[in-house]
């Protein structure tokens, strides 16, 4: 009797903790959508509003489409530049993604299969990760600025291949190492190349963990900042970057108009996160943690 | 083939011809596999490491002609950065950031994963809601914070409404609670991390042994402590390691929100060496802060690096052994 009570009050106290965290971590994207959808007098009124009142579609059509009639003038910030960084940001990530999954993938399999790479390699190749990027980002603008690849697409799809090449190796790796070995060995006694092996067997096993590591690793490269921030100037900026020019672009803070880029740049993340969220612990201890 | 046909002297292990062929293909093989990552090792990284080198000993800024010719100076650039007061008191900025926002992060991580590691209803909503700040843009989690944290912004209005005193700090002007402010964002923005983690090592710990404990008479405490504490432990180093190298390198929110602002109360390392190289131009202070700053964390990161993979071959016997049990 009285051991059923406490189990009834430990699983409603559970309830409250974990209610109370779901606000706090909710709060802040409630309201980055709430003020996408407000007019500019209720931005940052004072008692704040809570649910945009009316709620108003303006945002969006001035931020994403330009359109002038929507804006009141000084907010105006007329062009059409977030659908160019919406399909550079998509070239980018997507190119650099791809890129770090087929080479990461076929790595991996050479690592797992022939250790191409010893253990302490492996590790070392991790530092690609882990030293912080900007103590490279100065001598990386310049020696970019003389090739020429300095604000061109190019550039950041090298560097984002390189940053990234980690994470796919050690992540297919991870789902490689968990396919037996006597297919493979069927495959090669039936005169299948090496080659053939990989892209015809190995690969296709492990479909579903390569979506995960591709989409693991476009979240990676979508909303990379500071490198992004160096190599494109003029020519190509990514959608993280077009955020932070709203910033002091007028003397007002026009945060309906951030509200509603940021939106655009953050559910398509969300998405991509939540579809693979079982591999998530996987991707980001490097295949180390599994599920 | 005809093995006859080799003197056994002149070869040092049994290979045969086509052995060795398979050997020579073999080899092939990983060198063409290899080879993207050597290409880019060799002509984006190595380049950029040899220029900083070179910018580290030569005085040169924008203004400047060509880089090529700058004026060799030593190690006067080393001697003026590690006697620049804002320097080190990067460092120590920067490690107590990377500190307190990995604690805060494993504490809030530890907590939710131990509340969920048993199934209950409900658990996959939480579970979504709780992942979502770790999916959303860091320059994004920045604005909104500004959005959200200005004085009479909807956090303090909140605060004030459900506590009844009128709660007013100034979270992003205040020098002394900008810190802090930038370290709970972080702790907002990836505790979801230590989370995962940690839920994941929760769920993979064998329940024998502590069903055996309880068995034994041990107390919850007990068995928490002394069974599932340390079978955690590989997770545990995991996400604080992980943790602590990101936080070290953290610049979008930081950046974005405060520009190592107000004055310097933000300036962590990353935000330093960013002003001194593309505000002040001082292309050679800029690198020589680098170099160092990569020597630190090249020290950190082979700590890291140790540990790690101490405890992945403690992970990988424990996921053998569940392979094995089921």
Partial sequence: MRKSRRRQLTAILRYVLLTGWAVVAFFPIFWMISTSFKPDTQWFAWPPFYFPHPPTLSNYLNVWFGAEEYAATQYAISSQKPLISLLNSTIIAGTATLLSVLF???????VSRYRILSETRMFQLLMLRMIPPIVIVAPLSLYYSTLGLLDSMTGLILIYFLTTLPY???????FIDEVPREIEQAAEILGASRWRTIFEIVLPLIRSGLVATFLFILILTW???????????????TLPIELSKYQGTTEGRVYGRQAALAVGITIPLMIVGLIIRKHLARGFSFGMVRR | MSVAAVPAASIPSQASPRERSRQRAIRRFRWSILAPLILLLAFVLMPVLFLQLYFSFHQWTVYLGSWWDAEFVGLDLFREVLTDPRFGWAVVRSLAFATGSTIGCFVIGFALAYLMRRPFRGQAFYYTVFILPMLTVPVVVAYTAEMLLYQSGPINDLISRISG????????????????????LEIWNWAPFSFIILLAGLAAIPTEPIEAAEILGASKWRIFWEVELPLLRPVIF?????????????????????QGGPGTATETLPVYIFLTTWQYFEISKGAVMSYLVMLLMIVIVLFAIRLLRREKQSLDAMYAGQKAAG
């Fill in chain 1, 223 to 237: 909303s990379e900042y500071l490198l992004a921030l160096i190599i494109t100037k003029t020519q190509v900026t």
């Fill in chain 1, 168 to 174: 796919a190796v050690w992540m297919t790796k991870s």
């Fill in chain 2, 165 to 184: 005193i009128d709660f007013k700090p100034m979270w992003l002007t205040d020098p002394n609670i900008a810190l802090p402010t930038v370290m709970l």
């Fill in chain 1, 104 to 110: 990461g993938s076929v790595m991996a399999y050479g």
């Fill in chain 2, 238 to 258: 995991l996400a604080l390691v992980l943790r602590f190298l990101e936080a070290m390198a953290e610049f979008p929110k930081t950046w974005a929100l405060l």
